[in-house]
């Protein structure tokens, strides 16, 4: 009698348990607990959605402390004509994350692609290209100094054979213009912390050898890099995802000496035609989630959009692709709830 009155006190125990820990995820946002482990948790962030779209403003402003601006500060958007900045938007997305204490990271400074007209026409050499450049990257830098402390500099210039992409910076100043790049953003903001971002970056490959050995180098010489973004596009359909590969990377990223951060997080679905589909979506956030945890270095760790209606995938590869954490309805999926117990637990 005494064995089964303990196994029914065991047993209510433990759905007690079970229910408190519920009712505390629910209780709990991500941003929440992610600040119990020295974590910002990011999201990509539009500007029209966000004036817009009622829902998506209180998920952006609720769940994250970090926002990285998606599109309005590259430099098509940024500097459209020569000299003419247009800081309208971004200065509308910062004052709105100051007044719910949420960080902001710029992104990008410097990238082969999104580019204005005119620096085709204006960057024909080494010294044009450099003045366009510098100053391109100075003003940003310069203007939101004491408002943006994290910038993605420079943005996706390596092939996955490890070579460097051909791009019209590449064109006129060469190599030099990736270390050039965080020297100016470095004069105009001492005390920014200033990133490398690529995709194909999270585990040990070509592409991120080549890269890491580049930007160590470069970091040896005394260039200000202060860490590299690995962005983290991922495919559920992919069997080449390793959780263990991509900590090892991680660490071989802080053994270098830099930050890490995970930086454009989405998982997409529609090469994986299986009913499992949400539960590996939701293995893969997981995963990436523990590996940045268990680095001391990794600090960031950012979703590349907020709910299904607002992603890339869906808007220019599949409708099926329902890569991010939240709904087209701005509901949480699977893969919220797997991170937020993550973070509890």
Not at 57 to 68: D, G, K, M, N, P
Not at 220 to 245: C, N, W, Y
Request: hydrophobic content about 40%; aromatic content about 10%; charged content about 25%.
């Amino acid at each position: 009698m005494k064995k089964h009155k303990w196994i029914w006190i065991g047993g209510v125990i433990l759905l007690i348990g079970i229910a408190l820990g519920g009712y505390m995820m629910e209780r709990q946002s991500l941003r929440k607990l992610a600040d119990n482990d020295d974590l910002r948790i990011g999201s990509s962030i539009r500007y029209d959605a966000l004036m817009e779209d009622t829902a998506y403003q209180e998920l952006a402003t609720t769940e994250f402390s970090s926002w990285t601006i998606e599109n309005e500060m590259k430099m098509d958007a940024m500097q459209p004509e020569e000299n003419a900045f247009n800081y309208v938007k971004v200065d509308e997305m910062t004052e709105m994350a100051q007044a719910h204490d949420i960080a902001i990271r710029g992104h990008v400074l410097v990238w082969g692609e999104a580019l204005p007209a005119w620096v085709q026409e204006q960057a024909v050499d080494r010294v044009s290209a450099e003045r366009i450049l510098k100053s391109h990257i100075q003003n940003i830098v310069t203007h939101y100094k004491g408002s943006i402390d994290t910038f993605d500099v420079v943005n996706e210039a390596y092939h996955d054979n490890g070579t460097l992409r051909d791009n019209i910076w590449l064109r006129t100043i060469g190599p030099d213009y990736i270390p050039l790049a965080f020297q100016w953003a470095h004069e105009a903001n001492p005390d920014a912390n200033l990133y490398y971002n690529d995709f194909g970056t999270e585990m040990s490959n070509k592409k991120s050898e080549a890269m890491l050995e580049a930007l160590s180098a470069w970091k040896e010489e005394g260039v200000p890099i202060d860490g590299i973004g690995t962005q983290m596009h991922l495919d559920a359909a992919d069997t080449r995802f390793s959780k263990d590969r991509i900590a090892e990377w991680f660490q071989r990223i802080e053994d270098a000496g830099f930050q890490v951060a995970v930086t454009e997080m989405d998982v997409k679905l529609q090469n994986l035609n299986n009913g499992d589909a949400k539960n590996i979506q939701a293995e893969r956030y997981r995963d990436v989630m523990e590996a940045c945890l268990d680095t001391a270095a990794c600090g960031e760790f950012t979703v590349w959009g907020i709910s299904d209606n607002h992603s890339w995938i869906t808007e220019q590869e599949s409708a099926d692709g329902k890569p991010l954490l939240f709904n087209e309805n701005s509901q949480p999926k699977k893969a919220y709830h797997t991170i937020q117990r993550k973070l509890l637990f």
